[in-house]
């Protein structure tokens, strides 16, 4: 039975994540789009996402995009990869229907994948994500479907999400975990010259990943293509364009404590906020 009873007028555009990797991804567009107006939304209260199951995340992330909906949002992001690889399909083409056919959820991984085919000049390309988005192989699906000439070959990070959770992502334990996966992914293919960093979380170690990898390999972080993918869509979709307010401020919602999700949050954005608590 379709739900109704959501607000008819325009909204923010509402940025999803399962924790706070996702404030990269709505840094990137804000600074790209800053006339929208936004609505953050971490369920930090569950997160990660990255070692449950595809039913857990799909019920998760679609109960985070109902929340969204109710606040006013017409347009949500999933600025989370693990949610994009095993929740996003499932929201389109069974959610939306119920909910509200003119609403609309776009993910990161195909914005991601879209600017691949420019970077890459051997046609070897390496993916580091969480053990969710490696083993949903939504990454190499999408990059053979656009370009079935690339070799893909990705490497699982169970600690890296942690590392940056906990503010531990800059402090000497943490090369021996971005060293190992670094080598672990270059050993399997030393034909590659293009990684993407497919988690929200993984700018954040930006720098310490560079030391272990050659300056002929490129290190891709999604927040600018899927900034670039977003305008391009709203020109492309003035329907949708003219559902967006346009005020230039930003909101965020947590399903976890302000107390505990603000100074996290701070690392992402460098800057001080405020937040809502909301139960889902």
């Given amino acids: ?36 107006d936004y609505l953050y939304f971490g369920d930090n209260a569950r997160t990660p996402y990255g070692t449950r199951s595809f039913e857990v995340v799909y019920e998760f992330t679609s109960q985070c995009v109902e929340k969204l909906f109710e606040r006013g949002c017409h347009l949500v ?25 003119n609403r609309r959820v776009l993910g990161i991984i195909r914005p ?13 390309v390496g993916i580091l994500a ?12 999408e990059i053979r479907k656009l370009f079935p000439d690339i070799t893909v070959t990705g490497e699982a990070c169970p600690i890296w999400v942690p590392l940056v959770e906990t503010g531990e992502y800059d402090s000497e334990g943490a090369d021996y975990f971005i060293e190992k996966h670094v080598r672990n992914l270059i050993a399997k293919d030393p034909a590659m010259d ?55 401020g ?15 949050a701070s690392l992402f954005l460098k800057e001080k906020i405020k937040a809502e608590t909301v139960a889902v």
């Fill in 77 to 101: 992001i999933l600025a989370c990869n693990t949610a994009s690889a095993k929740a996003l399909k499932t929201i389109q083409v069974n959610d939306l229907p119920r909910l509200d056919v």
């Fill in 130 to 141: 969480t053990p969710g988005t490696i083993k949903s192989m939504s990454y190499p699906m």
């Fill in 194 to 248: 293009t990684v993407i960093l497919g988690c929200t979380h993984y700018p954040l170690m930006l720098e310490k990943i560079r030391k272990y990898v050659s300056d002929d390999i490129r290190l891709v972080c999604q927040g600018d293509y899927v900034a670039s993918s977003l305008q391009n869509y709203l020109q492309r979709h003035p329907e949708i364009d003219v559902k967006c307010t346009k005020g230039g």
């Fill in 112 to 124: 991601t994948v879209e600017s691949i085919g420019s970077l890459t000049k051997s046609r070897h």
């Fill in 250 to 264: 930003c909101r965020y919602l947590t399903t976890e404590s302000t107390e505990r999700f603000l100074p996290s």
């Fill in 1 to 36: 039975m379709r739900r109704t009873g959501f607000p008819e007028g325009a909204g923010p555009i509402g940025i999803f994540d399962s924790g706070y990797g996702g404030l990269t991804i709505l840094d990137r567009i804000r600074k790209n789009l800053p006339q929208y």
